[in-house]
Nanobody, 119 residues
C-alpha cells in the first residue's frame, strides 16, 4: 500500500513563503507523476503544480513565477516552494501520486495540509 505524508503548511503573511513536502512510501512505479492540488472552502479542488519522474513540470497560471515544484526521486519526495503568497492561495493543499503499471491506473492522495495567508 502506498502512503503519502505531507508537511510544511501553516499561517503566513501576504508576501511570505512556505515550503511543502510530501514523502511517498510503499510500492511505487519509478515512472510516475507527483503533484500538488488545493481546495479552498466552497471551491473545487484544482491542480497547482505537477512534476513527472523525468523532471518536466506543469503549473497553474495563477502560481506561475511564484511557486516551484521539485522532487527527489531517491527519496520519493516532492516539494512545493511557495513564494510571494497571496490570500487567495489559502487552501488545503493535497499531495498526489499517479502512475500506470501493467495497464492499470494507480492514484493516491495525502491527508492534506492547511495553508493560510493572512495579515
Amino acid at each position: 500500500q502506498v502512503q503519502l505524508v505531507e508537511s510544511g503548511g501553516g499561517l503566513v503573511q501576504p508576501g511570505g513563503s512556505l515550503r511543502l513536502s510530501c514523502a511517498a512510501s510503499g510500492s511505487i512505479f519509478r515512472l510516475n507523476v507527483m503533484g500538488w492540488h488545493r481546495q479552498a472552502p466552497g471551491k473545487q479542488r484544482e491542480l497547482v503544480a505537477a512534476i513527472v519522474s523525468g523532471g518536466n513540470t506543469d503549473y497553474a497560471d495563477s502560481v506561475k513565477g511564484r511557486f516551484t515544484i521539485s522532487r527527489d526521486n531517491a527519496k520519493n519526495t516532492v516539494y512545493l516552494q511557495m513564494n510571494n503568497l497571496k490570500p487567495e492561495d489559502s487552501a488545503v493543499y493535497y499531495c498526489n501520486l499517479y502512475f500506470r503499471m501493467r495497464g492499470d491506473d494507480y492514484e493516491y492522495w495525502g491527508q492534506g495540509t492547511q495553508v493560510t495567508v493572512s495579515s
